[in-house]
């Protein structure tokens, strides 16, 4: 159970300015220059962290590629490379609420998700890889009697990961886990505005015994360090999640430098359909209502449209609408809280375009779209209903990454299907409908990398999460994950 006063006791902590981490130590950036953290609770600064330049970013690289071509982590043994991640795990957990509110500090997640999606999934995250990383084989090839083909999983070598800032420690986890668990040394370069807890998880995993080097932390603007691993010729395999602007960047980075594997995990405009024939309609409510609102809309696969049926269409808006009203936006350091701040005063601003826009091209706000509890000098935004969108409208087309639904009606299950497959787009969808051939059908149709039925949002780390068409390729979690962190190598030997 979360406690208040526990939560209150380290909201004002003193945070100390913030170095790199390269080569086990916390180290200052070679310009001196430092960038300002501004907590979206309040709009203050409360920590410094080092602007890297290229030049820190290729220190970092060559440490990672020093301790991979020595061996001290890439040749250790699977099982002792599992103990140091567990290790890992159990410190994550031990600091647990330390590390959820200095990471709401950065970017304003409320404690009650933030606790479990961020502290305690990355524990479970670290822990699940060290978990698999001495149960994957290789394999022996069906040649004949007189040759054995092996097929190895390698390490790749050093691996550069870009992570954003709405779930850092969640996000960078899937990456930095696998990355570790299958012997790859790593340089992580976190969002400007989410870098502190990250910061923290890797000091905690040099107290898990992790070899100096294997885990480095460069931070700065992505312009610069994010530029500068992108490009390093000594990166094998690049791992991002963030903007689909920046995944264009490195895939012309690769291919500017070593063609190193790209895997780019990009936004989404994600449809939740709603069908009259939905087994529990105020439950889809519900639901479908906190797969936009929760973390104000600044999850990757947030139902941003919702998609329902002409004939159910008034009624459920109206219910939408009164769970949007009925959120407590606020502090998210307060336990009361269920959804906090937007993470910052541009992504406030952009957001609030959005219904600016949206209300020009014919939308109607049906409720929320303004900044609230300004006098705090934080940013806040209530949950927002745009209705009558039509599929062509820049708030059906373009991702908002705030707490704007968009609601478009539609006739039958092909007008659905239509609209759901209309944008760049393909992270996530949702269905709700009791008739299982429809859903079945709609899994096949709707071109997405994961769809709910029933339910909106919720996974766990059993299931692969990655886009198709211009939401991305490669898939974070599950064992599908390790592919992105190997290379396979064939031994072809005549006997
Ligand atoms: P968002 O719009 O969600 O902030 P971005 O793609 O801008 O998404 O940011 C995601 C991550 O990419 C952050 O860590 C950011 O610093 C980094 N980044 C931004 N621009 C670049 C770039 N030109 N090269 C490499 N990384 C970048």
Redesign the pocket.
């Known amino acids: 159970m979360l406690d208040q006063t526990a939560i209150d006791a380290l909201r004002h902590e003193t945070v100390g300015d913030q170095g790199h981490f390269c080569d086990g130590k916390s180290v200052a950036s070679k310009s001196g220059e430092t960038l300002d953290v501004i907590s979206p609770i309040d709009g203050k600064r409360f920590a410094n962290l080092a602007a890297g330049t290229p030049e820190d970013m290729d220190e970092a690289v060559a440490s990672a590629r020093r301790a991979f071509e020595d061996g001290r982590w890439s040749k250790a043994a699977p099982s002792h490379r599992k103990k140091v991640l567990l290790r890992l795990a159990d410190l994550i957990e031990r600091d647990a609420l330390k590390l959820a509110v200095l990471g709401i500090r950065d970017n304003g997640t409320e404690i009650n998700m933030a606790y479990k999606a961020e502290a305690l999934s990355a524990a479970a995250t670290f822990r699940y890889y060290a978990e698999a990383i001495d149960k994957v084989y290789g394999q022996i090839a069906p040649t004949a009697e007189n040759v054995l083909g092996l097929v190895h999983h390698a390490p790749v070598g050093v691996v550069g990961a870009?992570?954003?800032?709405?779930f850092p420690l969640m996000i960078g986890a899937w990456k930095i886990a696998p990355a570790l668990a299958a012997g790859n040394s790593l340089v992580l370069?976190?969002?400007?505005?989410a870098s502190l807890s990250l910061l923290k998880v890797a000091e905690l995993a040099s107290e898990a015994g992790l070899p100096d080097g294997v885990f480095n932390v460069v931070t700065g603007?992505?312009?610069v360090?994010?530029?500068a691993?992108?490009l390093s010729m000594e990166v094998d395999v690049l791992v991002?999640?963030?903007?689909?602007?920046?995944?264009r960047?490195?895939l012309n980075?690769a291919a500017a430098s070593n063609l190193k594997r790209c895997y780019l995990e990009l936004?989404g405009k994600s449809p939740n359909i709603v069908f009259s024939d939905a087994p529990d309609l105020a439950q889809a409510a519900k639901v479908s209502a906190a797969g936009i609102f929760r973390n104000s809309g600044q999850v990757c696969v947030a139902g941003s449209r919702l998609l329902v049926q002409e004939d159910i269409l008034d009624d459920f808006v109206a219910e939408i609408c009164l769970h949007a009203e009925a959120f407590r936006v606020g502090d998210p350091l307060d336990l009361n809280t269920q959804i906090g701040a937007v993470h910052s005063l541009p992504q406030l601003e952009a957001d609030l375009q959005f219904v600016v826009t949206a209300e020009s091209e014919g939308a109607e706000r049906r409720t929320g779209g303004s900044r609230i509890l300004q006098e705090t000098g934080g940013y806040y935004m209530q949950p927002t209903v745009m209705t009558n969108v039509k599929p062509t409208d820049t708030i059906a087309q373009q991702e908002v990454?705030g707490p704007v639904l968009a609601v478009t009606a539609f006739q039958d299950e092909a007008d659905a299907i239509r609209i759901a497959n209309s944008t760049q787009y393909g992270l996530a969808a949702g269905v709700w409908t009791a008739n299982l051939s429809r859903a079945h059908r709609m899994i096949s149709e709707i071109r997405s990398g994961v769809i709910h039925v029933n339910t909106y949002g919720g996974s766990d780390l059993t299931v692969p999460l990655g886009g198709v068409k211009q939401s991305g390729n490669g898939h974070d979690k599950s064992l599908h994950a390790l592919d992105k962190y190997v290379d396979m190598k064939t031994a072809w030997i005549q006997l």
């Open positions: 870009i992570v954003p800032w709405n370069k976190p969002a400007e505005s603007a992505g312009a360090v994010g530029e691993l992108a991002f999640t963030g903007s689909g602007a920046t995944g960047r490195l980075y936004g990454f």
